[in-house]
């Protein structure tokens, strides 16, 4: 019996040093977190501000693409109505 406790004496302290050990890294990984926090703090705000230019920026970019294409339909459009007011072509004029 007096083996016995021995051993669970020794395993109870061998458990309550894993246990310490166990909170100091988590303290030192705690203390650690609230040094890198405000880093992570502005880095996420400049994230959000770059992230924010960058769809202002692709916004504006779809907007000339569609001005862009109203353009080319209206030209094109354009282009329809002076060719149907010029004269049919003659018939001996192939086409290639």
Known sequence: MAVWRAQ??????????????????QEATRAELEELRPVWEKERVEFRENFEESKRKTDQILVELKEGRDERRAMLEALFRVMDRLPPPPPNLRSA
């Open 8 to 25: 669970n004496e020794k395993a109870v302290e061998a458990a309550r040093a894993k246990q310490e050990e166990a909170r100091a890294s």
